[in-house]
């Protein structure tokens, strides 16, 4: 029944820490195997041998817990909040010249209203963590001219559609209807040439 015992998939660095000291407990002790003491705690048997090469060499303070040595969170969630007033209000009331707001922008925002460096290829992915979607803007030709755009769907198109209609007959597809003896094409294998 041991084999069926639940096992969270994360461990805090305390829940890890005191992981190691009951293995390290168990091997003092010297009454369980180290495979046995691996199976009671749920890690590999090499992480035991690694973990008694430890105690031997250093001690029970080897085996505690190291701090994280990972960034610090950049901003908390105050400041998400905060930031996220800071956009409602505006490119232009956040002294931008426009009101488009671009990740340079917002990188700029943030460092200067937090002292918080962003590069802005990298802040997409936690601006969407805290809910802000991340728009595109549509490329569009300076040259394009929504009013003739709009009228050429009435006037030119219907133009083109009854030319080609009036220049193929009633087949507007091209293709010839199915005569008599089949599907008007030629038979496949070896008498088709």
């Given at each position: ?7 969270p998939t994360?461990l ?19 009454q369980?195997?180290q ?7 749920g890690?590999s048997?090499?992480s035991?041998c ?14 505690a817990?190291r ?5 610090p969170a ?10 996220g ?22 990188a700029?925002?943030?460092e ?5 460096h ?5 802040l ?8 802000f979607?991340?728009q ?5 030709a300076?040259?394009?001219d ?20 009036e220049?193929?007959?009633r087949w ?22």
């Amino acid at each position: 029944m041991e084999g069926n015992v639940w096992r969270p998939t994360h461990l805090t660095s305390e829940q890890m820490e005191e992981r190691r000291l009951v293995a390290a407990m168990l091997l003092r002790e010297g009454q369980l195997s180290q495979a046995e003491i691996a199976r009671h705690v749920g890690v590999s048997r090499a992480s035991v041998c690694r973990w008694a090469a430890t105690l031997a060499q250093k001690g029970p303070h080897g085996l505690a817990a190291r701090p994280s040595l990972g960034p610090p969170a950049r901003l908390d969630e105050k400041a998400w909040a905060r930031l996220g007033r800071l956009l409602d209000r505006g490119a232009m009331a956040a002294g931008f010249a426009t009101e488009r707001w671009t990740l340079t922008r917002i990188a700029a925002l943030i460092e200067r209203e937090f002292g918080v460096h962003y590069h802005p290829r990298y802040l997409e992915r936690p601006l969407k963590a805290h809910g802000f979607s991340v728009q595109r803007p549509a490329t569009r030709a300076r040259e394009r001219d929504e009013l003739v755009i709009a009228v050429w769907p009435k006037r030119d198109w219907v133009a083109l559609k009854k030319r080609h209609v009036e220049s193929t007959g009633r087949w507007s597809s091209g293709t010839r209807p199915a005569t008599a003896s089949g599907s008007g094409r030629a038979r496949p294998g070896r008498g088709a040439g």
